[in-house]
Nanobody, 122 residues
Framework: QLQASGGGLVQAGGSLRLSCDAS????????MAWFRQAPGKEREAVAA???????YYSDSVKGRFTISRDNARNTVYLQMNSLKPGDTAVYYC??????????????????WGQGTQVTVSS
């Protein structure tokens, strides 16, 4: 029900925009998040947007990444600027499916996309 796209290979300092298209149900009343997982590391939340529009960013991406949502298109975006090699990971979009406080822990999200690879070369 969630389809992530937009990943790729980019040089350090470059930009990418990830998209997460939802189908099968509307997620306008859900909190949405982007997680990432690098090889050998835990999956971590990098950005989230609540069903009322409040946002969260991890310290590692604050000021460089922007999360946004278009409820009419049932889509969430992650604009990633000033990319660094440390941003290399598989990026997953997720939805919690409910009107709840904005959490950033993996177990609060019930719906997951398949992941899209982002590779940043130095």
């Amino acid at each position: 029900q969630l389809q992530a796209s937009g990943g790729g290979l980019v040089q350090a300092g470059g930009s990418l925009r990830l998209s997460c298209d939802a189908s099968g149900r509307t997620f306008s009343g859900s909190n949405m998040a982007w997680f990432r997982q690098a090889p050998g590391k835990e999956r971590e939340a990098v950005a989230a947007v609540s069903w009322i529009g409040t946002t969260y960013y991890s310290d590692s991406v604050k000021g460089r990444f922007t999360i946004s949502r278009d409820n009419a298109r049932n889509t969430v975006y992650l604009q990633m600027n000033s990319l660094k090699p440390g941003d290399t990971a598989v990026y997953y979009c997720a939805a919690d499916g409910r009107r709840a406080p904005l959490y950033t822990t993996r177990n609060k999200y019930d719906y997951w996309g398949q992941g899209t690879q982002v590779t940043v070369s130095s």
